[in-house]
């Protein structure tokens, strides 16, 4: 991704765009607001909406003819909601209507509006709360102009009230029964003309802008209607004076008398909303057959939509728990990318690197905006520039980094080395939960591929592209391509959703299969009908979103093996993470926790998954789930899908045991001695609290080992003696280990332990 053109990312969300009713609307009321205040029957607070936009509440209630019903998404379903109802009840249902009174400063301009109809009020009015001097000419006796011929519409008595209020509290100077003929009878800095249809326009018709609304003269703005002898609806009139307005404040600012204040174009709202799971519902119909009652009226305001394009915030976790939309989102992340020394700080570290990387948002997002990407590619960058915190991704670096290292990596040949037309890749976290699940997998495609495969343990380097380090990511896939080439160019099975993504995407010249895909295929029905009567769920790892051949394989051999299966709204393509992708542990643990709890809380039913990282993470959150091979090889399924994980340092031993158990199946390969790192010369009793503390803050066994070991060797301790312990540190690398222990039995009791990245200076004296 081109992080120098996030402002056209930007521009293609469409969160911020109008909601269709209000895009209609010419006085553009926000009507999803009024009606969200009715909804919680605050009646006032929805007057005061209405009032504020349309400026005559009382009239335009009574005279709207309803624009938005034509593009109310409720038309799709059942019936438009009714919105000129709704706006009639605010009125009705308001007992104090006195505008709330601002202080607000003279301005020393003089306004002069001519023809006191809704659109020369309007502009008077928008003016006069601007704190300018109006003064409003209207030749005949009364205000409202063709309103008071609307026969019957709407009562006079209501005109001449709210006409009568809102003269009153805005302070406009009103003179009536006065007719002008010439701008010499009248002071003025700015004018609008609005004598409507056939009425004066004192010479200046001829170069009238109808786009800006200004005249020739300097100043002099006018009216569609009286500038060019068309009528106007009530609506437009209105707008028209709003804007005028707007356009007079303009120009005694500046001077200019361009702008839009004319344009009627109604651009299309590109919002999208998604109304699949909305339920039919009818229109309330009044009892008296004219207006609602309060009690209708909430309940007809409750079949508004309240449409918006949430979709990203709602399917997405990492979004709604930063509270920003997409668009702020960009913007955190283009000034973290342009710092300013002094100025600016690194301020979206924590969002870029609390992403999962699952690419769910481009799925429900209408314009395919990809945060998976914006986010991978901002980490890359931090990292380039230095900028990235080492402590985000050091442990899962060192992880891989051990995965692929002489302890845990092999390859073993088939048929004792000759070539193989498959080559068996199961990753790096399957063995590290349990060397059965890897071993059960290899023996069983030896006994049911025509030609036995090769295996390759080792990492496909997730961690590093999480991590934005591309130089270590391309030492992976690189030595992953090496030996397949030597293999002779082997078609790969892959047991992991990660890893088919990551080769997917890097490896694109070798064909590949799932594991699941031979399955499928080679049991044909046969398979162990284990708890047929039991109904699980299963979860799709959020990296076999774009993988369907996996899925469905998944539920062939569940289906075959008697099982019944319920889905949850988020899988296949809309598959969530379990919260482990991208290595936000580190960096956001409440959001990781939130994500893994909202996941473990979305069924009652077992889970069954394909990715050993979704297995383990809801089974220490308490969750009962199992991996799908613990179904094909298990004799205990209950105990299986209970099995507490291993811990960080379990799961090291179990990829080196796995090593181990290979390497004697395979005479020919002579068992290496253990590397010295991680022997074990100090017994260390550890508590399982503390065990729990340990991988929650990402410290395995072998660095408590070797600060207790440095603490002991060279005596750089301290004595605690209130409580008899020993306090300690050893750094290793970025990370300064501290270890509390103290002596028992025949070896060291550890009371705790943490670390963090500060360097200690020690005086060497």
């Not at 209630?61 to 909601?81: F, G, H, N």
């Not at 709704?86 to 509006?113: F, M, N, P, Q």
């Not at 769910?360 to 901002?378: A, G, I, Q, R």
């Not at 990292?383 to 991704?393: Q, S």
């Amino acid at each position: 991704m081109d992080m120098t053109k996030l402002e056209n990312l930007k521009e293609k969300c469409t969160r911020d765009e109008p909601v269709f009713c209000t895009n209609q609307c010419p006085l553009g009321v926000d009507v999803k607001k009024m009606i969200a205040r009715i909804t919680s029957g605050d009646f006032k607070g929805a007057y005061k909406y209405y009032r504020n936009q349309v400026l005559f509440p009382e009239i335009v209630s009574r005279l709207c003819d309803e624009p938005c019903q034509t593009v109310c998404l409720r038309k799709k379903i059942d019936q438009a909601v009714s919105v000129k109802m709704l706006e009639k009840a605010c009125c009705d249902y308001t007992a104090t209507k006195k505008s709330t009174g601002y202080y607000i400063s003279r301005k020393k301009k003089c306004i002069a509006v001519i023809g006191g109809g809704l659109g020369g009020l309007s502009c008077a009015v928008k003016l006069a709360r601007k704190g300018y001097d109006v003064h409003l000419y209207e030749e005949k006796h009364d205000l409202g102009g063709n309103l008071r011929k609307s026969k019957g519409l709407i009562p006079i008595s209501i005109i001449e009230k709210e006409l009568g209020q809102i003269i009153k509290e805005d302070g406009i100077k009103l003179y009536l029964d006065t007719r002008i003929s010439t701008f010499d009878e009248i002071e003025f800095d700015a004018l609008y003309i609005a004598t409507g249809r056939g009425g004066n326009a004192f010479g200046l018709d001829e170069g009238f802008d109808p786009v800006s609304l200004g005249t020739l003269m300097n100043g002099v703005f006018g009216s569609k209607s009286a500038m060019q002898g068309i009528g106007s609806p009530v609506l437009i009139s209105i707008r028209e004076g709003i804007r005028a307005a707007q356009a007079i404040e303009s120009y005694l600012k500046i001077g200019t008398m361009g702008g839009a204040a004319g344009c009627d174009e109604v651009v299309p709202s590109r919002l999208s909303v998604d109304i699949s799971g909305v339920v039919m519902e009818e229109r309330i119909v009044p009892g008296n057959l004219e207006s609602y009652t309060e009690q209708e009226a909430i309940a007809e305001a409750k079949r508004c939509l309240q449409c918006g394009c949430d979709m990203c915030m709602t399917s997405c976790e990492m979004l709604s728990f930063f509270e920003k939309d997409p668009k702020k989102l960009i913007d955190d992340v283009e000034a973290s990318m342009n710092i300013v020394k002094a100025f600016t700080t690194n301020v979206a570290s924590r969002e870029i690197n609390s992403c999962n990387g699952c690419g769910l948002c481009k799925e429900v997002c209408p314009e395919n905006l990809d945060f998976e990407e914006l986010f991978m590619s901002s980490r890359r960058t931090l990292h380039k520039g230095r900028k990235l915190p080492p402590a985000f991704h050091d442990f899962w670096m060192r992880d891989m980094e051990f995965s692929n290292s002489e302890a845990a990596f092999m390859t073993i040949n088939a048929n004792g080395g000759d070539k193989s037309s498959y080559l068996f890749f199961p990753g790096c976290q399957l063995g590290g939960s349990d060397p059965d699940y890897v071993i059960n997998a290899y023996t069983y495609l030896k006994k049911h591929l025509e030609d036995e495969p090769a295996m390759m343990i080792g990492c496909c380097g997730a961690p590093a592209e999480w991590a934005g380090r591309e130089k270590e990511h391309s030492v992976v896939i690189d030595g992953i391509k090496n030996i397949w080439e030597d293999q002779g160019r082997p078609e790969v099975i892959l047991a992991c959703p990660s890893c088919r993504k990551m080769f997917g995407k890097y490896l694109p010249e070798i064909q590949v299969q799932s594991l699941w895909r031979v399955m499928a295929e080679k049991e044909n029905g046969a398979n162990r009908k284990i708890a047929a009567c039991k109904k699980m769920t299963v979860f799709d790892p959020c990296a076999s979103r774009y993988d369907p051949e996996a899925q469905n394989s998944i539920r062939i051999i569940l289906k075959n093996s008697g099982y019944e299966l319920e889905e949850m709204p988020y899988s296949s393509e809309w598959a969530q993470c379990c919260g482990y992708g991208g290595q936000i542990q580190a960096v956001n643990r409440s959001l990781f926790d939130k994500i893994v709890n909202t996941r473990v809380e979305a069924t009652s039913n077992d889970y069954v998954t394909y990715c050993i990282n979704c297995r383990d993470t809801f089974a220490a959150a308490g969750k009962s789930a199992v991996h799908i091979l613990d179904l094909l090889f298990g004799n205990d399924i209950e105990a299986r899908a209970a099995r507490k994980p291993p811990t960080l340092t379990q799961r090291r031993e179990n990829r080196i045991k796995l090593k181990k158990v290979l390497q004697i199946e395979k005479e020919a390969i002579k068992i290496k001695p253990e590397d010295k790192q991680i022997k074990k010369n100090i017994k260390v009793f550890i508590a399982p609290e503390v065990y729990d503390k340990m991988d929650r803050n990402f410290i395995l066994m072998e660095d408590v080992q070797r600060t207790i070991e440095y603490c002991e060797s060279t005596g750089k301790k301290i004595m605690d003696m209130s409580a008899g312990n020993f306090v300690g540190h050893h750094q290793d690398g970025n990370i300064t280990f501290w270890v509390m222990y103290k002596p028992e039995r025949d070896g060291i009791r550890l009371e705790t332990v943490y670390s963090h990245r500060l360097i200690i200076e020690e005086d060497s004296r």
